[in-house]
């Protein structure tokens, strides 16, 4: 016996066994084909503004969600970009995410985040984990990695962005800015204020740790005020109670010490903390410098001299820069330095 009922749709039947709004939904609510309808969801180039608010509209209102992973299998291309940071108890690199993901989202993609803990072999394993869900590019931190790191990257052929550091090395795409002239600038300023014995407290020693060092040397050594019995490099990771412990440390073995740049706020605000624990002027006795501006600096007893570092820039261009590689535009810069402000504040 046979039905005179006329046969669901295709794309009618898929959508109510799997309980799915499909493509094909779409595209027929749109009044459009489902290829049409595909380019427009993506805001690929040539698609008209007025077809993608349509195309997008009618999405919304069915509550389509489209299947990422049928979407790489159609177009050969994810939508999914791996987002490699440090930590994420470090509000610069929550503030570097959430600037990411501001650039990224509209433009379709997700951010897969991996947190390496400073580590370059963990960094290793995370890459090639990503890499097995064929990203459509990749936001790595700094240039240290391992050599097989290194080779997974260079191997991948996927677009990469470089951040908070700069190079001006062939075929390298980084936002960010010279840890190394940072420290020469904080340093630069303790000098301008008549302190001739300045310390150096540097915690976590990650490359860029040792780059702001490094800019620390430089700037006594061409004032004449290098003194290498003045650094206290510590492999902990940077808190507020290292950073008391550190000070209380550097002025037991010299009392001597006029300044002390730490090398992250966090430290610093806890080197603050511990002079007010042991009677210690600042500046009087001791000014005290940090780096990077992190929250609660503006407001210590006193407020923290430090460096600015503009994380959320750099997040922003570095996913706008991997838009641009990632759509195989020309003329994108390799090299965007975002540069630092130097904030002067009551503890020097």
Request: charged share 20%; net charge neutral; with cysteine.
């Amino acid at each position: 016996m046979t039905s005179d009922a006329p046969a669901d749709p295709p794309a009618e039947r898929r959508r109510r066994s799997s309980g799915r709004i499909t493509l094909a939904d779409v595209a027929k609510a749109a009044g459009v084909s489902p290829i049409t309808a595909s380019r427009a969801l993506r805001r690929d180039r040539g698609v008209g503004e007025a077809l993608v608010a349509k195309v997008q509209a009618a999405a919304d209102t069915l509550g389509y969600v489209p299947d990422p992973a049928a979407r790489a299998l159609a177009s050969s291309r994810s939508s999914h970009v791996a987002v490699l940071v440090p930590l994420l108890t470090n509000r610069l690199f929550v503030d570097l995410l959430e600037a990411v993901q501001s650039v990224l989202l509209p433009a379709g993609y997700q951010s897969l985040i991996g947190v390496t803990h400073y580590d370059t072999h963990e960094e290793e394993l995370l890459l090639r984990s990503y890499m097995a869900h064929r990203p459509a590019g990749l936001i790595v931190t700094g240039f240290e990695r391992s050599e097989a790191g290194s080779r997974l990257v260079a191997s991948s052929g996927l677009p990469c962005v470089h951040v908070m550091e700069t190079s001006t090395a062939p075929g390298v795409f980084c936002v960010g800015f010279s840890q190394h002239d940072a420290g020469y600038a904080i340093t630069e300023h303790l000098v301008s204020r008549g302190r001739k014995r300045i310390a150096f407290v540097g915690a976590q020693l990650d490359a860029r740790v040792l780059q702001r060092a490094e800019g620390y040397r430089r700037c006594l050594r061409d004032a004449g005020l290098h003194d290498p019995q003045l650094e206290w490099l510590d492999p902990r990771r940077s808190s507020i109670a290292l950073g008391g412990e550190l000070f209380a440390a550097v002025l037991a073995a010299r009392p001597d010490v006029d300044a002390i740049f730490f090398c992250n706020d966090d430290i610093a605000q806890g080197g603050l903390l511990a002079a007010l624990r042991l009677g210690v002027r600042v500046p009087e006795q001791v000014a005290v410098a940090g780096f990077n501006d992190l929250e609660g600096s503006d407001q210590m007893l006193p407020p923290l001299t430090t460096v600015r570092t503009p994380r959320a820039q750099i997040g922003a261009q570095a996913a706008a820069m991997l838009l641009s590689l990632m759509r195989g535009e020309s003329g994108v810069p390799h090299n965007v330095d975002v540069g630092y402000e130097l904030v002067t504040r009551g503890s020097s």
